[in-house]
């Protein structure tokens, strides 16, 4: 009968040597590793810094920062808005000082005729149109129901529904004969926008 071998064991320097899976190697490496950043981490927090604190400044920095961003779009609206009425404002103020301008010329021009005579019976107005262009229009019709011919001057004031003068102009109409009637058309000197009537602020026959 054939004698077995004994197996060998670590106290015999003739056995082989034993190795041990890599998986296994690799493992026990990964939880040394995972043991140090945790160690290091609890190092981390001193005892004047807890978790709880340091959660707790994170979000009072983050509550921080979030209320200085409102504030600053808040603040950024305000500045906007008041920028756009101020802007508002301002146009309209261009707007009324260009419309009273107009007018005070208009007014100057039939001012200037000599021997002119009161005529606003004379005229009637058709409705306010826009032009190509976009600006008011309206057509005035002239009737002479005077013995003899006469040239006219007439000065149609553009407005709001309130009466406000939005624009004024001067329409000069060639000579009329007695009894006949003419036609003309009088245009803004800009853009109106809304509902705009025409009114005849003054007419003169010379």
């Known amino acids: 009968m054939e004698r077995q071998q004994p197996r060998p064991t670590r106290q015999d320097t003739g056995a082989p040597t034993v190795r041990r ?3 296994a190697l690799a ?6 590793t995972a043991m140090a950043l945790g160690t290091a981490a609890l190092a981390g927090c001193s005892s004047d810094s ?9 979000a009072s920095a983050a509550q921080s920062a979030l209320s200085a961003a409102a504030s600053a779009a808040q603040s950024a609206l305000a500045s906007g808005a008041s920028a756009a009425q101020s802007a508002l404002a301002s146009g309209a103020s261009e707007f009324a000082s260009a419309a009273a301008s107009a007018e005070a010329a208009a007014s100057s021009a039939l001012a200037s005729v000599k021997g002119g005579l009161e005529a606003k019976g004379d005229l009637t107005l058709g409705d306010v149109t826009t032009d190509s262009q976009g600006r008011a229009q309206v057509q005035l019709t002239v009737k002479n ?14 407005t709001d529904q ?5 624009d004024a102009t001067v329409v ?10 003419a036609q003309a058309t009088a245009v803004s000197n800009r853009d109106l ?4 009537k025409a009114v005849v602020a003054r007419a003169v026959r010379y």
């Open 193 to 196: 926008s809304g509902d705009v």
């Open 27 to 32: 493992g026990a490496a990964a939880a040394v």
């Open 21 to 23: 899976p890599r998986a």
């Open 50 to 58: 807890t978790p709880s604190s340091a959660v707790s400044a994170v």
């Open 162 to 166: 309130s009466g406000n003068v939005l």
């Open 172 to 181: 000069s109409v060639p000579e009329v004969a007695a009894g006949q009637s």
């Open 145 to 158: 129901g005077q013995s003899q011919s006469y040239r006219y001057s007439v000065q149609v004031n553009f």
